[in-house]
């Protein structure tokens, strides 16, 4: 009988962080008695809403463009993304001397479609609701001569976002869960490769808005499952499939999954703000929303999330989260 090797291992993260060292931040764990006293757990915050460009992408972008040959970063990178894949590798892009194509769904953020821009990216835009943004991105790419990142599709983005949880797993030790959200997997994927890893029975649970439940329902199933493109405040979240390569991870290291509502996010933003005093965007909020909802079920007694990014800009923010006086 032959077995397929995982894309990724845990000396694959190690390598990823040892590359990312001094260029990536490492991030902050915070705590809350607050919030220990709500959920009934001793809760570790990684809060990665403090990477450089403000989400966790930027370490799967700087260990995959990093990589590529002299030749490669002269002709150029392109990637797809809603948002803070397109910043990261904008960033990454300026960083290593090189140039940069994004591919961005017409309604993205506008804070992030202009830190993209800002950073110095050239943005082609696309409907998410009809348009192929791999197909697109894959044309300019080839007709350009650009090499592509794609936003966790790849064995060195996986690697670079697992270096979250491996930081957070040196500063808090064991953890009887780990929490984090799920859009494309690759977070998940390195996340879940870094735990399992080092401490095997923690419990890895995954979160994704309601209305694009498409990873739980692909485990569930035990194959991909595609759902409509979501309607969802947490925009960073919003697709329709899982990626093929971070799901054959996924389906082997993740041990639940849970939704919230977009309510349930705007609640867990306001928390964050009021009694953390910090700022997520949506999609970086939902692990903060299923503990605060009760969605996540019984508790271990030390439980860490992963805060993935806080990009939202302050219109947007205060009309989400906003109440009348």
Do not use: W
């Not at 348009?131 to 697109?136: E, H, T």
Request: charged letters at 25%.
């Amino acid at each position: 009988m032959t077995t397929t090797a995982p894309p990724i291992t845990l000396d694959d993260i190690r390598d990823a962080a040892a590359r990312i060292e001094g260029v990536a931040h490492r991030t902050p764990v915070l705590r809350s008695r607050t919030l220990d006293a709500l959920v009934g757990a001793e809760v570790f915050l990684k809060c990665e809403n403090f990477q450089r460009m403000g989400a966790f992408k930027f370490r799967g972008a700087y260990n995959a463009a990093s990589r590529l040959t002299p030749e490669q970063l002269a002709r150029g990178i392109a990637a797809y993304s809603s948002g803070n894949h397109a910043q990261a590798v904008a960033l990454v892009a300026r960083e290593l001397g090189t140039t940069a194509v994004i591919v961005m769904p017409e309604d993205a953020p506008r804070a992030k479609r202009a830190a993209t821009e800002g950073y110095g990216a050239e943005i082609v835009p696309y409907d998410r609701y009809s348009g192929d943004r791999v197909a697109l991105a894959e044309a300019v790419a080839a007709e350009r001569g650009l090499t592509l990142i794609p936003p966790y599709e790849h064995p060195h983005i996986m690697a670079g976002q697992g270096t979250a949880a491996l930081e957070l797993l040196e500063e808090t030790g064991e953890l009887g869960a780990l929490v984090l959200p799920v859009g494309g997997g690759g977070l998940m994927a390195g996340s879940a490769t870094a735990a399992k890893g080092l401490h095997p029975g923690i419990r890895m649970i995954g979160v994704e808005p309601e209305a694009g439940d498409d990873t739980k329902r692909s485990l569930e199933a035990g194959r991909r499952i595609a759902v409509p493109v979501p309607r969802t405040i947490a925009d960073g979240q919003a697709l329709e499939i899982p990626g093929e390569l971070t799901f054959s991870v996924n389906r082997r290291l993740v041990d639940a999954m849970a939704l919230v509502t977009d309510d349930e996010i705007r609640t867990a933003m306001r928390f964050a703000f009021e009694r953390l005093k910090i700022v997520l965007e949506p999609s970086g909020a939902t692990p903060l929303a299923a503990l605060l909802a009760g969605r996540v079920g019984a508790l271990p007694r030390r439980v860490g999330l992963i805060l993935s990014g806080g990009n939202v800009d302050a219109e947007r923010f205060a009309r989400l989260c906003g109440t009348p006086d």
